[in-house]
T-cell receptor, first 107, second 116 residues
Framework: QKEVEQNSGPLSVPEGAIASLNCTYS??????FFWYRQYSGKSPELIMF????GDKEDGRFTAQLNKASQYVSLLIRDSQPSDSATYLC???????FGTGTSLTVIP | DTGVSQDPRHKITKRGQNVTFRCDPI?????LYWYRQTLGQGPEFLTY????????KSRLLSDRFSAERPKGSFSTLEIQRTEQGDSAMYLC??????????????FGAGSRLTVL
């Protein structure tokens, strides 16, 4: 079993919609999770990280962590074409990344 | 601060040759990571340094791969006797190691390896 797994997508949403990206993990000891965005041909860059159960909001982005169910999600509100990218989640030691979910926002 | 620098950006080599990549992390960062990424996959962890100490190495990494960070600053990743399966983007990342964003990675632009 992989340490971190993502719904592989690809995911397409219309502009202005909410995009929901999910990640499950196997290590119950994981304390924090990181979401990175990777544009085609570029390196990953941090969107946000979350340590505590519940929600963390940053602008149009909301990360949700549910330790009991071992999943973490990223919601993107009011999706924009510029959000089109691959989204990667990683656990706290960041040795393991998910395979990524490709998001396309359709104008 | 110019971020994380990697060199070379592109390397084409013949099978069986040795290649070396260099990574210069953000100067205040004491943690340094190497990953390999192929098309359609997430970054695959290779190894991790805390200052000059190599604390973790992927079990998937063959003996042909070696990494060093001799003075706790820049790092090198060497691949000996390259194989076509080594063709990938090699990413370096660094993180502060302390503070609220201790584990936040900043990635370099990567070194793309093509083995013919």
């Amino acid at each position: 079993q992989k340490e971190v797994e993502q719904n592989s997508g690809p995911l397409s949403v219309p502009e202005g919609a909410i995009a929901s990206l999910n990640c499950t993990y196997s290590d119950r000891g994981s304390q924090s999770f990181f979401w990175y965005r990777q544009y085609s041909g570029k390196s990953p860059e941090l969107i946000m990280f979350i340590y505590s159960n519940g929600d963390k909001e940053d602008g149009r982005f909301t990360a949700q962590l549910n330790k009991a169910s071992q999943y973490v999600s990223l919601l993107i509100r009011d999706s924009q074409p510029s959000d089109s990218a691959t989204y990667l989640c990683a656990g706290d030691n960041q040795f393991y990344f998910g395979t990524g979910t490709s998001l396309t926002v359709i104008p | 601060d110019t971020g994380v620098s990697q060199d070379p950006r592109h390397k084409i080599t013949k099978r069986g040759q040795n290649v070396t990549f260099r990574c210069d992390p953000i100067s205040e960062h004491n943690r340094l990571y190497w990953y390999r990424q192929t098309l359609g996959q997430g970054p695959e962890f290779l190894t991790y340094f805390q200052n000059e100490a190599q604390l973790e190495k992927s079990r998937l990494l063959s003996d042909r791969f070696s990494a060093e960070r001799p003075k706790g600053s820049f790092s090198t990743l060497e691949i000996q006797r390259t194989e076509q399966g080594d063709s990938a983007m090699y990413l370096c990342a660094s993180s502060p190691g302390t503070g609220a964003g201790a584990n936040v990675l900043t990635f370099g632009a990567g070194s793309r390896l093509t083995v013919l």
